[in-house]
């Protein structure tokens, strides 16, 4: 398995950064490059566009590629790939690859790339072979090949005096930490903190799928434990949970002990340092409600598919639709407090002139007017226009638990050929909250002296669609 | 070890002090500090001094002009004219500059491989150097000048490194070797001789690597691999998880290149060891990990096995929207032969209004599979639903799905039929359309085998017999505005429009049918060929139906005198063609269309049930449009997204009957180990013991992992954390091994112990922390 390179373009399409190329026809990354510039302005809807894009051959001798692309950011990353590869170990390592990137340079942008170009043709050069596979993609290890772009290493680098060159060039072997000293791929050797500190979020998603009669057709948790760990030297942790059996179906980081989960259900692991996710899983409700005691991953037994999650909002749409236009009423009354309430809907090509009015309860609220992106609202609630996406996006920033909000309003479209979509994207989130309950035991920490400082936090968010 | 390290230190401080007293004196004049590197990507750099920058002694205009050189490549020019000075620089001191040269050379060694000579002795000084990242550097860029003079160098650099201490550096010799065959190929026997000394290579790090050379350059040597099999199989979890895929397919390879083939639930114990072995990789965050298992399990997995493989990939559909797409594809491709798998999963597949079309596309084909007895309610119901899609293809793709459902299962025969009618009301013309093609498929299908139980049951309902369904589109003719829509209508009318039941109106002819053709003459000339050519055919058959009524005689003259004369040679010819056809029927006066020289034209004339029969039998048969295309790749290939033939894509070959002998793959390591630790449960797989007997091996998925219980490695994490009970064991083990690293193992577990008692509960922990943002 090998992917053929990787090319990041900026906003307008153009190459900024590219790796070097197993092929040997210098028209290999411009082919795709195009292939991808031409697809985009084809999509139907801003966006939806096949990660996968077939690329003939250049000519006849050439065998036919394919061109899979993520979004970053304001970027675009491209991965050509050709022969028999599978498509998921290019976006397995785009997404290994922006990872990295967000670990060094936090934010992502066009701009920031731009600024370190060198070290990200560096982090390249370290995570993909010449021939196309990936090397090393720990961030542990990576950290002490390539450094991170600090203040620091600017300072040193314009007295001259490369700090990469101190820690690195010298004679440093083995026990004085440098790369590949660690015998743990994914930490790093040798570290030290004044305060050891562990913090789990355990960030849950609820993806769910309303008809319009309001029975929920789909609706699943998918949960994730994002780790930060800051611990000196080399912990072993053991996290046990209290209700481990409302979980299933894992996948953890490559730190964890697989026969240990498999054998008690909790999590041994050597953390490697600083931000991971640890294990994600699915949050399994009948597990619950039944006394199936014990449910590890392996075991698979099919769960029945009718374990539904309750969704925390009832949403009471009512469309009407003319020849050219049409008008909505929502109503959505919350069952629990939220923040964050975003609900989108899809006004088909050629819509406009929308006018709304949000309000909370029977409260009177402000009317828009027309424009391009009009904005309206306060504290009841606002709402904007999307010309772009042609999204009608109704917020309310702090939902308390039973209220219930209205948006009203109608809007024109032209032409035959616009169709809005027969459904309401919801999101939310909703802190100090989890859909599972899953709750953590106790950490145990063996194989240093000291205590660490440990922290744990729930948060949910989700995403349904509400049909009308 | 510290006094080393002390040593070290004092010396990097005493160099680090006087790098900064040199270049102070030397920049103390330059004191903007370069914020950011962006300014290299100024597009007015024309590098007019990067050749004096690069021959200067300061570390730092060094390093400033390779970063323009970095820059100019990646805004795409071609900067090999500074080949020569850069290579200068291979042996700098300061390993950024010597990073960025690296990046360089490998850019253009190729072009100018004269010139790259001249840096081959560095890179061979280095590959003594001490850290492991300067040896493995230095053989990437080393293998990776294509000059093929340089060859034996290689081989000989790949040989040392092989060898080598840090498996850091093992690995990046594995990945030289394919470099070094494609630049060669005369080295082959030398290189088979290093992987198969790789192959022995007891650290899980650089085996991924080793596979991927082994499948580049010997593919068919799978007999290197007899010995090896089993502990390979033993050591899948901790391989990296790039690892894990290649290794992964090379046993696969193997597997079914080697092994016999299961029979029923049958199956080999190396087959059972390596499906054991793979399965604990399901849980890995890698989505091309997870599908490297399903593939082991889908080709080497008897039947019963497959279950296990439908949760991992309903996990990855929910892993980011890239991923579901290509996983979408697959879940179609092993649903089709295998349709129970995932049918019990069918709300995952339902539709979301901001999927990618594509994937909306493929969740409709894989409902369309799943529909079975118990979920077609619901799965018809999804199908309505998206009917309403802002998107027209995913509209037609799901009416069509309709349709077929209809076929498949007679039980919602009834339902879809109401679905599809309603449908043909709808102001769209993407649905109207689609809805009036599938009635034609269903409506034909039944009609054609209107004998058979299918549609036994739907004529039961009188009031949604075929009959009366065309009837019903009939009279909604002119509601009916997409071209091809009415002109299939047209065309079913006239199909079907034969009756001998009295009416009326014309004899022969069922009741609604004249009056389509009154109604589309009327507009006859603003319609679209398409619709015309459907128009004048009507009025033929009508007219062969029943050839004594005067008012269709009059209605088909007019329909054909405006036909003789349309600007559309495709409607001409068709109008003269059933003219010609007609003339058998002493009708021509009526139609008015008598051709003058027909007498003296002579040929056959048709007899009236001559020319019934040409009209409605010439065409029979029900063709269902799109039949996908079957490309038989396998799973977890590029071809299978694509839907198009990609160069390279390779079919796993057959089993092989009786597989070789299976005491090739037995060794030493397959000895009964020591007694296995008390932690682990009794039922753990034991590891193979010796040829032909019955397997030991549990598959019992609350065992431990093969793993676990298998003879302790050094290089195993899990067994070198693993709690003091393993110390006899460490003891006891016998087998020659890298001593350095040993010597840190055991360093480090009896660090380990000491601490081992260490162990706080923290139940408060779970409030929330003032100290945690």
């Known amino acids: 398995m090998a992917i053929d390179g990787l090319i990041i373009l900026d906003t307008t399409g153009r190459p900024i950064i590219q790796s070097g190329f197993r092929s040997t026809s210098p028209a290999y990354p411009l082919l795709h490059v195009d292939a991808f510039n031409n697809a985009m302005p084809k999509s139907h809807r801003p966006g939806d566009i096949d990660p996968v894009i077939y690329v003939p051959p250049y000519n006849v001798a050439d065998s036919p590629s394919a061109c899979c692309h993520v979004e970053c950011g304001d970027m675009r990353i491209l991965c050509p790939m050709s022969g028999d590869v599978d498509p998921l170990f290019g976006f397995a390592f785009l997404q290994t690859f922006i990872d990295i990137l967000h670990e060094y340079f936090g934010a992502l942008s066009a701009a920031t790339l731009k600024d370190n170009f060198d070290v990200v043709y560096q982090l390249l ?103 930060n760990a800051k611990l000196s030297g080399t912990p072993d942790c053991l996290l046990t949970f209290t209700n481990p059996h409302v979980i299933t179906d894992c996948a953890f980081h ?52 009718k374990e539904n999650v309750p969704i925390p909002f009832i949403l009471k749409p009512a469309v009407e639709l003319t020849e050219s236009g049409g008008t909505f009423e929502f109503k959505l009354t919350s069952r629990m407090a939220f923040e964050a309430l975003v609900v989108e809907m899809y006004l088909g090509e050629g819509a406009g002139g929308v006018k709304c009015v949000a309000t909370r309860g029977d409260g009177n609220g402000n009317i828009g007017r027309r424009g391009d992106v009009v904005t309206s609202g306060s504290a009841s609630g606002s709402w904007t226009f999307d010309a772009r996406k042609m999204v009608v996006r109704w917020e309310i920033p702090v939902v308390p638990l039973s209220s219930t909000w209205t948006l009203r309003g109608s809007f024109t479209s032209s032409g035959s050929k616009s169709h809005p979509a027969h459904a309401l994207q919801v999101r939310f989130a909703a802190s100090s909250y989890t859909f599972s309950s899953l709750k953590v035991d106790q950490l145990k920490v063996t194989g240093e002296v000291y205590k660490p400082y440990k922290g744990v936090r729930g948060r949910a968010i989700g995403s349904v669609e509400w049909r009308w | 070890m510290s006094a080393v390290y002390l040593n070290t230190l004092s010396e990097n401080a005493s160099r680090l002090g006087m790098r900064i007293q040199e270049s102070l004196a030397e920049h103390s ?94 890179f061979q000084k280095d590959l003594t150097d001490s850290s492991p990242l300067i040896r493995a550097m230095a053989l ?33 010799a594995a990945l030289a070797i394919p470099k070094c065959y494609e630049l060669d190929a005369s080295h082959l026997p030398a290189l088979i001789g290093i992987i198969s000394t790789l192959l022995r290579d007891r650290s899980p790090l650089s085996i991924g690597s080793v596979a991927v050379a082994f499948e580049a350059v010997c593919p068919t040597r799978l007999d290197m ?22 290794l992964l397919n090379l046993l696969l390879r193997y597997a079914r290149t080697m092994l016999p083939r299961p029979v029923q639930e049958e199956i080999d114990s190396d087959v059972k060891f390596l499906l054991t072995s793979a399965e604990p990789l399901f849980q890995s965050r890698n989505p091309a990990v997870v599908l490297a298992v399903t593939r082991v399990f889908y080709y080497a997995g008897p039947p019963s096995y497959h279950s296990r493989m439908v949760q991992p990939l309903i996990r990855l559909l929910h892993t980011s929207k890239e991923i579901e797409r290509v996983v979408v594809a697959y879940v179609l491709a092993v649903s089709r032969s295998a349709p129970n798998l995932f049918s019990p999963f069918y709300p995952q597949f339902l539709l979301r209004t901001d999927d990618l079309r594509q994937v909306k596309q493929d969740k409709i084909k894989v409902l369309l ?38 076929h498949s299962i007679p039980d919602c025969t009834q339902q879809c039929l109401t679905a599809l009618i309603t449908m043909i009301k709808n102001h769209r013309d993407a649905v109207v359309s689609s809805a009036v093609m599938v009635l ?29 369904i065309i009837s019903h589109l009939a009279r909604r003719i002119d509601d009916i505005r997409h071209a091809q829509a009415r002109a299939c209508v047209l065309w079913l009318v006239g199909q079907y429009s034969a009756s001998n039941e009295p009416s009326s109106g014309p004899q022969g002819v069922v009741e609604w049918a004249p009056d389509v053709l009154r109604k589309s003459a009327k507009g006859f000339a603003s319609e679209p060929p398409m619709v015309k050519l459907q128009i004048i055919t009507l009025a033929t058959k009508l007219l062969v139906l029943c050839p004594s009524d005067r008012t269709l005689c009059l209605i088909s003259g007019y329909v054909f005198s405006l036909a003789k004369y349309d600007l559309n040679y495709d409607v001409r010819d068709r109008a003269r063609m059933l003219l010609g056809l007609l003339s058998g029927l002493g009708l021509s006066e009526a139609v008015g269309a008598k051709d003058p020289d027909q007498d003296s034209r002579g040929g056959v004339i048709l007899r009236r049930e001559q020319v019934r029969l040409v009209l409605f039998e010439g065409k029979i048969g029900v063709v269902d449009a799109e039949e996908e295309l079957d490309l038989n790749v396998a799973l977890g290939s590029l071809g299978m997204i694509t839907h198009k033939p990609m160069h390279g894509d390779s079919s796993l070959p057959d089993w092989l009957e009786r597989g070789v002998e299976s005491s090739l793959r037995d060794t030493e390591d ?104």
């Not at chain 1, 790369?179 to 849950?204: C, H, Q, T």
């Not at chain 2, 007895?373 to 799965?379: G, R």
């Open chain 2, 225 to 246: 691999l007899h010995q090896q099999y089993r502990r390979l199989c033993r050591i899948l979890v901790d391989v990296d998880e790039w690892g894990q895929i290649d």
């Open chain 1, 125 to 227: 050069e370290e995570t993909l072979d010449s021939g196309g596979h990936p090397l090393t993609t720990s961030p542990n290890t990576l950290r002490d090949i390539v450094l991170p772009p600090s203040l620091l290493s600017k300072l040193l680098s314009v007295a001259g005096a490369n700090i990469n060159s101190t820690i690195n060039s010298g004679s440093g072997l083995g026990s004085a930490g440098g790369p590949f000293s660690s015998p743990i791929p994914w930490r790093k050797a040798g570290l030290r903190y004044n305060s050891n500190e562990v913090y789990f979020d355990m960030v849950e998603e609820l993806k769910a799928i309303v008809n319009k009669h309001g029975t929920t057709l789909t609706s699943s948790v998918w949960g994730k434990i994002e780790t």
């Open chain 2, 440 to 468: 034609k498929y269903l409506v034909q299908s039944q009609l054609s085998a209107s004998s058979s139980s299918s549609f036994a049951a739907v004529a039961a309902t009188p009031q949604q017999s075929p009959l009366t």
């Open chain 2, 140 to 172: 990437r860029v080393l293998s990776g000048i294509k000059v093929p003079m340089i060859g034996s160098i290689v081989v000989l650099a790949i040989k040392k490194c092989a060898a080598d201490m840090s498996p850091y550096v093992r690995k990046s």
């Open chain 2, 670 to 773: 397959d000895a009964p180990p020591p007694p296995p630790p008390m932690t682990f449960s009794s039922s753990a797989p034991l590891p193979q013991r010796s040829k032909g007997l019955a397997s030991p091996v549990v598959l019992t998925p609350s065992g431990g992992s093969p793993t676990g219980a298998s003879k302790p490695q050094w290089t195993d994490l899990d067994k070198f954390y693993e709690d003091e009970d393993d110390e006899e064991e460490e003891d006891s083990e016998s087998e020659e091994e890298d001593e350095q690293v040993a010597e840190v193992e055991a360093e480090e577990s009896a660090e380990g112990s000491e601490d081992d008692e260490d162990s706080d509960s923290s139940d408060e922990h779970n409030s929330s922390h003032p100290g945690h943002r």
């Open chain 2, 29 to 122: 004049r330059e004191l903007t500090i370069k914020t950011s590197s962006s300014l290299y990507l100024e597009p007015d750099d024309k590098g007019k001094n990067i050749r004096k920058q690069l021959d200067s002694s300061s570390d730092r205009e060094k390093l400033d002009a390779m970063k323009r050189l970095v820059a100019l490549i990646s805004k795409g020019r071609n900067v090999s004219e500074y080949f020569a000075q850069v290579v200068k620089n291979v042996a700098s001191q300061n390993l950024e500059i010597r990073k960025l040269v690296y990046i360089y050379l490998l850019r253009y060694a190729e072009q100018e491989p004269d010139l790259a000579l001249l840096s081959i002795n560095t």
């Open chain 2, 369 to 406: 599979v799943l529909a079975n007895f118990d979920t077609h309610q619901a799965i018809l119901r999804e199908f309505i639903d998206c009917a309403d899609d802002p998107d027209d293809e995913v509209v037609s793709d799901a009416i069509r799905a309709i349709g077929k459902c209809a």
């Open chain 1, 254 to 305: 490559p730190c964890v002990r697989l026969q240990r989960w498999k054998r008690d259900s909790s999590l041994s692991f050597v953390p490697p340092d600083g931000h991971f996710t640890l294990a994600e899983y699915r949050f399994t409700p009948s597990a619950s409600a039944t006394s199936a005691r014990f449910m590890s991953a392996g075991a698979s037994v099919a769960p029945s598919a």
